[in-house]
């Protein structure tokens, strides 16, 4: 079992900046893809990005590419999204998940943590 528990979230305004973090516990995350989604109100949850726990290479939803960048500090066993230039459109509960299997997919995430709200404002 991964356990995943999140923190950081909060209200921003448009064109801010906000770091959410994911700390990790309960099995050794060297064969695991960490990484985040996110839910908007009315909305299915969404693939924001993820990272390779043992490689550190990185993938990105289109929507985010070039604002959002996910880090990872494996003394900490934490994974990072800083989110610059966010907008209103990134409002939404952000998700930390973890899988062996990787993909954009919600089916292929085993692991969920409890979710935290980020709210920008416009």
């Known amino acids: 079992q991964v356990q995943l528990v999140e923190s950081g979230g909060g209200l921003v305004q448009a064109g801010g900046s906000l770091r959410l973090s994911c700390a990790a516990s309960?099995?050794?995350?060297?064969?695991?893809?960490v990484g985040w989604f996110r839910q908007a109100p009315g909305k299915e949850r969404e693939f924001v990005g993820v990272i390779s726990w043992s490689s550190g290479s990185t993938a990105y939803a289109d929507s985010v590419k070039g604002r959002f960048t996910i880090s990872r500090d494996n003394a900490k066993n934490t994974v990072y999204l800083q989110m610059n230039s966010l907008k209103a459109e990134d409002t939404a509960v952000y998700y930390c998940?973890?899988?062996?299997?990787?993909?954009?997919?919600?089916?292929?995430?085993?692991?969920w943590g409890q979710g935290t709200q980020v709210t920008v404002s416009s």
């Open positions: 309960g099995r050794t995350l060297n064969s695991y893809v």
């Open positions: 998940v973890a899988t062996t299997h990787g993909g954009v997919r919600v089916a292929n995430y085993d692991y």
